[in-house]
């Protein structure tokens, strides 16, 4: 049977009925149902403002906002409605929602429906009764307000909780706590597996007793939802160590750079090659460059002439040390070595990281990467003046 018929099956002998009864049911009652991704209710259980932003999952826009992350409707409704929710967004084989395919029209449905014994085109049509994108005429004075200046005037702005982001980041921090236990668990198959933990979360519930008062989402979780922690940064003093004969191997900690490299190497190892996979791993790599840049910029800040008793490069020694700077910006020759030992550096400490996992560039991406850096440098010298 598929996930589908197995659902109705469940549900319907829970409540005693027929699969065809129990379906019928449900689907009469798709208009009591408002998908949503910000729920006043989260902040008052009384509100009745919403908002359905449009999901375009843009994770190269560089804001976190509902419409960049890709995450799922929440549903409004009340909570003797909640099996109707239940059942739009009960998730198939194909990892698609049942309102997905209904909504596309398409055969995955079409033969389960019919052996239930009912109608397609009639529960399709009922079931599609939710109502999306309906915009509120009037905010609610139990919501907080924001008077935004714009001219002479304002704004008023009505601050709503982003339901679908809150439950989005919950489902992401368990499924990172879930990877970090399996590899600390020496029984388990992902043992040594590299993960990531997130540490002083603060956990929220709303509706008490009653998380179904709230949202289909919420509800489905507990109630329950983590705040990240929004902290000025510990910045603890390290001194940094002058290069000797060579800036990347004397001064660069390896272990700075692990955590970026391991990042890389899984969109390396990524099976889809579209857009968005290429601009993450640019942005990876531009996250390494931009982060040796921070000593090439702390060094700079030392005495004009520290170079002088170390036994660096001309290239370097021009890139490094501010009593060059002059020759810095007159000169071009130094910009290639500076280059070709960037990446150099790069290609050998993913190499080592990595060791027998690491991916083999092809000489075009080795070019492409190369006149990332050359663009680098060039920009860093524009932002001299």
């Known amino acids: 049977m598929s996930v589908f018929s197995d659902y109705v099956q469940s549900e319907a002998d829970r409540k005693n009925k027929t699969k065809k009864e129990w379906l019928l049911d449900i689907a009469k009652n798709a208009d009591k149902c408002l998908l949503a991704t910000h729920i006043g209710r989260f902040t008052n259980p009384d509100v009745t403002v919403n908002w359905q932003a449009d999901i375009k999952d843009k994770p190269a826009e560089g804001y976190v906002s509902t419409s960049s992350v890709s995450c799922n409707n929440d549903v409004f409704v009340a909570a003797n409605y909640l099996a109707t929710a239940s059942l739009l967004q009960q998730k198939l084989e194909d990892g698609k929602t049942v309102y997905e395919h209904l909504q596309a029209d398409d055969d995955y ?9 009912v109608d397609y085109v009639a ?3 009922a079931l599609l009764e939710v109502k999306t994108h309906e915009k509120p005429t009037a905010t609610d004075t139990r919501l907080k307000q924001v008077y935004f200046p714009v001219g002479d005037g304002y704004h008023l702005l009505t601050v709503l909780p982003p339901s679908s982001l809150m439950q989005e980041v919950r489902l992401r921090i368990r499924a990172m706590e879930d990877n970090a236990r399996q590899a600390c668990d020496k029984k388990s198959e992902k043992y040594g597996n590299v993960h990531e933990r997130i540490y002083n979360l603060t956990q929220m519930k709303f509706g008490g007793t009653k998380p179904q008062n709230i949202s289909f989402n919420n509800n489905r979780l507990g109630g329950r939802c983590y705040m990240l922690p929004s902290l000025p940064p510990t910045v603890v003093g390290r001194s940094i160590a002058y290069p000797r004969k060579d800036f990347f191997r004397d001064t660069l900690r390896l272990g700075d750079f692990r955590y970026l490299f391991l990042q890389l190497h899984s969109c390396y190892i990524d099976k889809r090659n579209n857009l968005v996979i290429r601009q993450k791993i640019r942005g990876v790599e531009q996250t390494i460059m931009d982060r040796v840049m921070q000593s090439v910029y702390v060094l700079r800040q030392k005495d004009c002439g520290w170079s002088d008793s170390r ?10 040390d501010d009593k060059y700077k002059k020759e810095r910006h007159e000169e071009d020759s130094w910009q290639s070595d500076v280059v070709k030992d960037f990446l150099a550096w790069l290609m050998s400490t993913y190499e080592w990281i990595l060791k027998r996992d690491k991916i083999l560039l092809g000489d075009g991406e080795l070019k492409a990467l190369s006149r990332e850096i050359y663009v680098l440098v060039k920009e860093d010298l524009q932002k001299q003046w």
């Open 109 to 117: 449905l079409k033969q389960d429906i019919a052996d239930i014994g």
């Open 311 to 320: 036994s660096l490069g001309k290239a370097q020694t021009i890139w490094l």
């Open 123 to 125: 529960v399709r049509n």
